[in-house]
């Protein structure tokens, strides 16, 4: 589920999250070091999304009153409920 249909699901105000593409694809390439080129995976360091999904629920906004900083709209994906 993406994030955006969890912010709608949910009625949350905002959420920043990793891509859940990302995270698949890092988990893949992980799956590859271990099963194609046999590395171990103890010995494999910690890799961690670096791009994020930034979502605003603009109707859970305008009902509390609240509205994140305009540098994070800028970034963020609108949601409506």
Known sequence: ????????EHQALLSIA???EDVGR???????RILRDGANPGDLPIVRATDFAYVVN??????????PPFVFLQV???VNN
Request: net charge positive; charged share 30%.
């Open 26 to 32: 890092l988990a893949a390439e992980e799956a590859l």
């Open 58 to 67: 603009v109707e859970v906004a305008k009902k509390l009153g609240r509205y």
């Open 1 to 8: 589920m993406t994030a955006s249909a969890l912010v709608r």
């Open 18 to 20: 990793a891509r859940l």
């Open 76 to 78: 963020a994906e609108a």
